[in-house]
Structures are given as C-alpha cells and as structure tokens.
C-alpha cells in the first residue's frame, strides 16, 4: 500500500486564481517533503471515479481541494469503492471553496499553507458517515444533510454562484420570500410525529449554509445523527433570531426540536422538497437517513 497522497483538485471551486494556488500548494507541499500524486477534476461527480482509480491503485490517503462539493464527491467515490476497508482510508482537506462548512467543525482555518502543516501533522479522526436515501438514489454525507428550507436555499444558490459569499445571504432571503412550509411525517425510533414543517436536518458535524449550526451537541464519532426539526417557523422568527442561527443558540427556540437517533425517515405530505446533503441538491420528495459509525479517517486540528 501507498503512504503517498492522491490529490484530487477541483480546479473551478471557490472564486480564486486555480492555477497560482496549484502552484504554491506544490511548493508547499514538497517544502514539507510530503509525497503526492495528482489528477484535477475535469467534470462534475468526476471526483467518484478518480477516487475509485486511485484506490484500485494502492492509495489510502486522498487530498481533496476544494469546498464542500469536491470533498462531498471525495466521501461518496471513498463510500461506493470495492478495494478496501473505507477505515483503512484517510482524507485531508486544502481549502478552496466559498462555503467551506465542513472544515469549520475542526477549527481547520481556510488557509492553504495551515490546511498544509495540519496535513503534515496528520492528527486523525475516525469521523461517521451518514447515508441518504431517496425515491432513486443513495448519497453519502460527510457533514450535514437536509430537506425543506435548506434544500430550497441550496438550489437557489446554484443560480446564484457568481455573487460569491453574498449568494447565501441572497438565497436565504429569497426563501424567506418564496419557500412555502410542507407537513412532513417523521418517523424515528419508536415515535412519528406529523408536523407543518421549515425543514428537518440530520448533521454529523455542526455547520451548513455558510456557518449556521441547526444541530445541537454535535459529536461526529458517537454513531449517531443529529437531527433538528424546525418546525413552524416563519420569516419574522429567522429574521429576529439571525444571530442564533450562526451562534447555534437557535436550536433552543421552542419551534424547533432537537433529537439524536440512528436511523430516521421523513415523508413530505402536501409537497416535493428539496433534499440537500453537504450542500449538494440530491433530489426531492421522501428521505431515509442512517449513520454508519467510525467510517472514514479525516486530518484534523488537534
Ligand atoms: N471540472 C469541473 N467542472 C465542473 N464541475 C466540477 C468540476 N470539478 C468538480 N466539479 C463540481 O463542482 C461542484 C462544486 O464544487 P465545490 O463545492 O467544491 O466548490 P465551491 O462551490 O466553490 O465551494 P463550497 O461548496 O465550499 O462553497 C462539485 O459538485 C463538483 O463535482
């Protein structure tokens, strides 16, 4: 087996210069006498199949640079591989995307030449790995998923990618303009509870939409999921409450409902929601979430 990195590069993520950062992450890179191989992503989900390669080819440690969407295709090529154990695999994380949520979980700066030292350290974490099933697809996620609202917001941001940071702000005010609640039935352990709902999450690390926390006591090892039901809120409660969403504090509003469960499946009534997962559009409609504990080794801050 290999103790060399695979770098896989996403080469449009984030807004800055690719090929002068290409240049200063190998300069850094070989200033630190760490070993790599790399490809570049040439096309959307062309990450799953380098990976796959990768793997075949002996690697067990991927670099993955870019934001949340590279390293959610990284997980999910790691996750869908038939070459070995996915604990036997360790991913690090040079930063380059606009959100970048994942890393924020671990204090991981969004900084190329820390990103680096911290690879060199390689203090590790043997983090969860949830899986998200919908009517025609199974995704794997990394940090957190959800349907309603968050959905909503990232399939706006989509269209709006070229505003930079400020596209979050523009795709959270036009869901408080336009996104319509649906009933959702929630089914987990031995409860079901059916409620006009905003949106459900089910986080494994504690940021999403650009460094809200709508899950509480986030603990990414302990095998289960975090799951945050918002349910009636409305524009007027995200507006007054728009500090708590990023301090977390949110999740002791008496709209929302916190729970942590191994398993859950949630069935929307009067609509299709979108469904995210590590800020990707997975699909619409119905979802059923579950955790596998212990999967996948991460580089992290110690
Ligand atoms: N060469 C490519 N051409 C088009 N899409 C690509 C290419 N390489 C990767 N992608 C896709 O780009 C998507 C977005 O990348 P990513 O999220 O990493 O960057 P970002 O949007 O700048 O960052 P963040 O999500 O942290 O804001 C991923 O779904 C990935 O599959």
């Known amino acids: ?75 999910n090529g790691i996750m869908m591989q038939r070459y070995a154990k996915t604990s036997d695999i360790t991913i690090a994380v040079i930063p380059q995307g606009t959100g970048n949520d994942w890393i924020k979980t671990y204090n991981i700066p969004n900084n190329v030449k820390k990103a680096i030292e911290i690879i060199h350290k390689k203090n590790i974490i043997l983090q969860d790995i949830g899986v998200l099933e919908t009517d025609n697809s199974t995704v794997f996620f990394n940090n957190v998923a959800g349907l309603g609202y968050d959905g909503y917001i990232v399939n706006k941001l989509k269209t709006l990618k070229s505003f930079g940071s400020l596209a979050y702000i523009l795709s959270g005010i036009a869901g408080l303009l336009f996104y319509k609640k649906t009933v959702f039935k929630i089914i987990f352990d031995d409860k079901i509870l059916e409620t006009n709902c905003l949106m459900t999450v089910f986080g494994i690390c504690k940021f999403s939409g650009g460094g809200m926390q709508f899950t509480k006591n986030v603990n990414s090892t302990d095998g289960l999921l975090d799951v945050t039901i918002a349910k009636n809120l409305n524009i007027l409660d995200l507006i007054l409450n728009l500090p708590k969403l990023y301090s977390g504090k949110i999740v002791d509003h008496k709209k929302l409902e916190t729970y942590k469960t191994k398993a859950i499946r949630v069935v929307p009534k009067t609509a299709k929601p979108f469904i995210q997962a590590d800020g990707e559009v997975i699909g619409t409609g119905e979802v059923q979430v579950k955790i596998i504990e212990k999967a996948i080794n991460f580089v992290v801050t110690n």
């Open 1 to 75: 087996m290999s103790t060399s990195w695979f770098i896989i590069a996403n080469p449009i993520s984030g807004n800055r210069n690719f090929s002068k950062q290409w240049k200063e992450i190998q300069q850094l890179l070989n200033n630190k006498k760490i070993d790599f191989s790399f490809a570049f992503t040439k096309f959307s989900k062309h990450e799953i199949e380098l990976v796959d390669t990768a793997i075949q080819q002996g690697f067990r440690n991927i670099i993955s640079i870019g934001g949340d969407g590279t390293l959610h295709n990284v997980v």
